[in-house]
């Protein structure tokens, strides 16, 4: 009941989005990943899994580099480092994609250390402009909010986005040496 005048935040936001539908073609895909892995791990450091899946990303886009790229009017990018955006919802207010600089430079800790700390000041309004800008690649994280399949938007002109949806425990089949 009622309605409210959009933010300046979530009018800039749509636009972009919009912006992002009409210049690049999205395709989703959906793969499940066995997580039990890095478990053991994440739970010794005291993780979430995000900086796990962002330094296998970072990897992977390093031997994909064509993924670590931007596409500009008729210009595409490769990049060497990977600066990794992060969604972060502002709640109400919107969502903000803070940037890792240089992250294929840090461990999994340094990663959960440095996002920690830009999404804590992207909620409190202290992030710079720097801070927001350069993105070469974008993680988002709805499984966070209990999510299983999203269609995320890529962040243009970024050319790939990757969506981190809930990690849920289900028995599963697996297969051993002898099938």
Same mark, same amino acid.
């Given at each position: 009941?009622?309605?409210?005048?959009?933010?300046?935040?979530?009018?800039?936001?749509?636009?972009?989005?919009?912006?992002s539908?009409?210049v690049?073609?999205?395709?989703?895909?959906?793969?499940?990943?066995?997580?039990?892995?890095?478990?053991?791990?994440r739970?010794?450091?005291? &993780? =979430?899994?995000?900086?796990?899946?962002?330094?296998?990303?970072?990897? %992977?886009? *390093?031997?994909?580099?064509?993924?670590? $790229? !931007?596409?500009?009017?008729?210009?595409?990018?490769?990049?060497?480092?990977?600066?990794?955006?992060?969604?972060?919802? &502002? =709640?109400?207010?919107?969502?903000?994609?803070?940037?890792?600089?240089? %992250?294929? *430079?840090?461990?999994?800790?340094?990663? $959960? !250390?440095?996002?920690?700390?830009?999404?804590?000041?992207?909620?409190?309004?202290?992030?710079?402009?720097?801070?927001?800008?350069?993105?070469?690649?974008?993680?988002?994280?709805?499984?966070?909010?209990?999510?299983?399949?999203?269609?995320?938007?890529?962040?243009?002109?970024?050319?790939?986005?990757?969506?981190?949806?809930?990690?849920?425990?289900?028995?599963?089949?697996?297969?051993?040496?002898?099938?």
């Amino acid at each position: 009941p009622g309605s409210e005048r959009l933010s300046r935040m979530r009018r800039s936001i749509a636009e972009h989005m919009l912006r992002s539908l009409q210049v690049a073609a999205h395709c989703t895909s959906v793969t499940e990943v066995d997580m039990s892995a890095i478990e053991e791990e994440r739970t010794r450091l005291g &993780l =979430s899994y995000l900086p796990f899946v962002a330094r296998c990303a970072i990897d %992977a886009l *390093q031997s994909h580099p064509a993924l670590n $790229a !931007t596409l500009e009017d008729e210009s595409l990018t490769h990049h060497h480092d990977v600066n990794l955006g992060i969604a972060v919802s &502002l =709640s109400d207010d919107g969502l903000i994609v803070p940037v890792v600089h240089n %992250a294929q *430079q840090l461990s999994h800790q340094g990663l $959960a !250390t440095r996002i920690g700390e830009l999404a804590g000041r992207a909620r409190a309004g202290g992030l710079t402009a720097d801070e927001v800008r350069g993105g070469t690649f974008t993680i988002t994280n709805p499984g966070g909010f209990g999510t299983l399949i999203s269609t995320p938007i890529i962040n243009q002109p970024q050319v790939a986005i990757l969506d981190l949806e809930a990690v849920v425990k289900r028995p599963v089949v697996v297969s051993d040496a002898n099938g």
